[in-house]
């Protein structure tokens, strides 16, 4: 199909009409031209295609698909591989189902523990973020279906979500929360990008041009088509001359003709118009020319997959005496309503109807004898005495007891966020219970999102399986009894308390407005500013092997401006089992000028090692890995000197070390004014001179004698002229520095900056 034949053959009325969705879950087509319509659905964790009539609750039953972990599991394992896979097989189920773009992944930071869609969001940190959210793309796109990276942008919590302003300041958005969308649209190139409910410092982001058109398109390159969040269109002719091309699900003829008389009263350029409708058609046409009707996969194949896929994504927190693995002779207990029904998807618009569910009671059975108990009934919060008094006693008469506890559904869901971090009553009660009488207690967790962990220190394993899709059952007991080591890394902070955590005070916000107070300092990076203690930090996790780290080496730790820096290490498999480690990276910056976090993730690599074996991992860093955003600059800046490459285990547990010194860059313009302080015009490469000649011949100001201040007079001087603002001086020295005398100062100095 040629594009440009098309379009030009189009109407005016036809064209409008594209930009507006067909029904819930399809595109407009133009049969006339052969254009057909072309399906659009959930995502991002499987295919959620409803059969029969299409409603936004999904009362109505989908087809079967597979489940696999939500994306808070998946950030865990690290794995770009991993996620392209994912990705490759919901291309594949897409296909078969004649599905052209199947909407996610989400690429939006983890603000708050709160956040009831936290399950369906990868990290806390923009860089990883960004790299697992390309990887999925580019497996569902190399099968030739289209993704919808959403919810663009600042879109942090459920609450409100679709009248709140987030007010976000640049460098917070720059550095925080749009990296993640910026490196998922440069590198994974998105066929679709889906714009969030909320407004962005008070313009809702479907009528965003500095988000939709500046960003998208013209910064980075985004050559697909906009979508609204179902329901998101406050206004259509706002939102189109904002850069928006589809609203979603179907507005209706009356807007489309509303929208075509805009065009026509010229509100709306038609070339605006053009372009959308061209680049919906360029979408439509792509998957129309490369459908396969008979993918080549089963759903019992990927089963196997979203098995493998839990393994890898699961976190062992905790593994005293090296309880884990298991061995199969021993009197094992296995509790919890979980046990028998995993909790392994998070509500709403993402929940599939699996194919196949696994517990993990099922699937022990083919490898040890274990005995169960309840404990406690999964829809409730309050204990119920039997259920816990028949666990308590089935924990006393075994070596092991197995607890199998999590969130359940009512807690956390797309649509509301939680009050609090805590689990229900009557889990806390069972493991206290069962600690009491037993010194051998596992817990296995299932959750969208971190919880309060009270009985960390008194539970001797504990393996957090997030929400680990339909196969997670089976997973868990490779895990637990040692077939595979697990080898996720947590992609969150687990703090100690809700209260510590930085978006405290100000989540959800008042009213219709939510001010991110807390700026760049999210998750880690509040954290480690604050020396705080963490129940599990950023990066963390456990191996049934253990790894040596090695000869960190830095290639260039001089670099020119336009060179990377190459970093390399050697990792060695130190244990006796063959296992997998996540190799991190984070660059700290020793500047003072401009506050930044301590340390930030830069690069990670995943690396199988068998015992004995070492392998050297390489990472390349750009300058943008040193940089920061520079409200004067509206750029990325490095500032020149001294940065540390730290290389580990977790973000707290930094093996090596290694020191790059970056060389100068142009500086970062001051623009000076009447406020500007000497202390800050000093810092501009040849003030001093321009400052010798004004100041010339002027006496002495604001009280002569130094010594006369006492001790340290001298450098109170100094503090004081470092701070005072130019048009100071006029008040100290009214007849030597006139307003004129200023004014050609700030000239020059605006001046030698060009
Ligand atoms: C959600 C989106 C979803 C869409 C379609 C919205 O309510 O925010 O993530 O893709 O519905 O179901």
């Known amino acids: 199909m040629d594009v440009k034949a098309i379009l030009s053959q189009m109407t005016l009325e ?30 991002p964790h499987g295919l959620r295609k409803q059969a029969g009539e299409a409603d936004h609750l999904g009362l109505n039953a989908s087809v079967p ?31 078969q189902e004649n599905v052209a773009v199947i909407l996610g992944p989400g690429a939006n930071i983890k603000r708050s523990p709160l956040c009831g869609r936290n399950f369906e969001y990868f990290s806390e940190d923009p860089f990883l973020a960004g790299e697992m959210a390309a990887a999925h793309i580019q497996g569902v796109q190399r099968k030739n279906v289209g993704t919808s990276l959403k919810h663009f942008a600042m879109n942090n919590q459920e609450h409100r979500r679709m009248s709140t302003s987030a007010v976000v300041d640049e ?36 009528e965003n041009a500095y988000l939709l058109r500046q960003l998208l398109r013209e910064e980075w390159g985004f050559e697909g088509f906009t979508v609204t969040d179902w329901g998101a269109c406050a206004d259509h002719v706002k939102s189109v001359i904002a850069g928006m091309d589809v609203a979603m699900p179907a507005l209706g003829p009356k807007a ?6 805009a065009v026509r009263d010229g509100r709306v350029p038609e070339e605006t118009v053009d372009e959308a409708a061209g680049r919906v058609l360029n979408i439509i046409t792509r998957f129309v020319e490369n459908r396969r009707k008979d993918p080549d996969f089963s759903l019992e194949t990927q089963d196997h997959l979203a098995r493998k896929v839990a393994r890898e994504t699961a976190v062992l927190l905790k593994n005293d005496g090296g309880l884990l693995p298991l061995r199969a002779g021993e009197k094992i207990a296995f509790i919890g309503a979980y046990t028998q029904t995993p909790r392994y998807q998070g509500g709403g618009s993402s929940r599939i109807n699996a194919y196949r569910v696994t517990g993990a009671l099922q699937a022990v059975a083919s490898v040890a004898k274990v005995a169960y108990a309840q404990g406690f009934d999964g829809a409730k919060d309050r204990p119920d005495e039997d259920l816990l008094a028949e666990a308590v006693s089935l924990a006393r008469e075994s070596e092991v007891a197995v607890l199998f506890i999590g969130l359940p559904d009512a807690f956390e869901s797309e649509g509301f966020d939680r009050s609090h971090m805590r689990l229900p009553e009557n889990q806390l ?28 220190d008194k539970v001797q394993a504990f393996l957090e399986m997030y929400l680990g899709g339909q196969a997670v059952g089976g997973a868990t007991v490779d895990l637990l009894f040692g077939a595979a080591s697990p080898s996720g890394k947590l992609a969150e902070t687990f703090p100690l308390r809700l209260e510590d955590n930085p978006s405290y005070l100000s989540f959800p916000g008042d009213g219709d407005e939510v001010v991110y107070s807390e700026g760049l300092y999210v998750g880690y990076r509040w954290y480690d500013a604050r020396r705080m203690p963490v129940r599990y930090p950023f990066g963390y996790g456990l191996s049934y092997t253990t790894f040596e780290y090695a000869n960190l080496r830095v290639k260039n730790a001089k670099p020119a401006l336009d060179e990377a820096v190459e970093v390399s290490v050697d990792v060695t498999n130190t244990g006796k089992r063959a296992g997998k480690e ?10 003072k000028g401009i506050s930044r976090p301590e340390q930030e993730l830069k690069g990670f690599e995943k690396i199988a090692l068998a015992p004995g074996e070492t392998k050297t991992v390489i990472f390349r860093l750009e300058r943008r890995a040193f940089s920061y955003w520079s409200t004067a600059k509206h750029d990325w800046y490095a500032e020149s000197g001294a940065y540390e490459i730290r290389v580990g ?13 970056l060389a100068a860059e142009k500086p970062v313009p001051i623009c000076v004014t009447p406020d500007t302080t000497f202390g800050d015009l000093l810092s501009i490469p ?4 321009v400052l010798a000649q004004l100041l010339q011949g002027m006496a002495s100001f604001g009280g002569g004698d130094a010594s006369a201040m006492g001790e340290g007079g001298d450098d109170m001087m100094k503090a004081m002229m470092r701070y005072m603002p130019l048009h100071g001086l006029m008040s100290f020295a009214p007849d030597q520095f006139t307003a004129e005398a200023m004014h050609a100062m700030i000239d020059a100095l605006n001046a030698i900056q060009k």
């Open 582 to 591: 996540i190799v991190q990276l984070y660059v700290a910056s020793a500047h």
């Open 429 to 456: 009660r069972l493991i206290d219970e069962v600690c009491k009488v037993n010194g051998k207690v596992v817990v296995v967790l299932h959750n969208g999102s971190p919880v309060e962990l009270p009985f960390a």
């Open 256 to 261: 489309d003709a509303d929208l075509c008389q």
């Open 65 to 95: 698909a597979t489940a696999f972990p939500t994306a808070a599991g998946l950030a865990c394992s690290f794995d770009r591989e991993l996620l392209g896979q994912v990705g490759e097989a919901l291309g594949d189920i897409c296909q």
């Open 686 to 689: 040849g003030s001093d001179q």
């Open 649 to 661: 285990e977790s973000s707290r547990d930094i093996r090596c070390r290694a020191a790059v010194e």
């Open 14 to 43: 036809e064209k409008t009409a594209l930009l507006s969705g067909l029904n819930f879950w399809n595109l407009k087509g133009v049969e006339r031209l052969g254009v057909p319509s072309v399906m659009v659905t959930d995502g």
């Open 171 to 206: 460098r917070t958005q720059r550095e925080i929360y749009l990296p993640a969308f910026e490196t998922a649209v440069k590198k994974g190139k998105p066929w679709t990008v889906m714009c969030s409910y909320n407004k962005v410092n008070g313009t809702y982001a479907s």
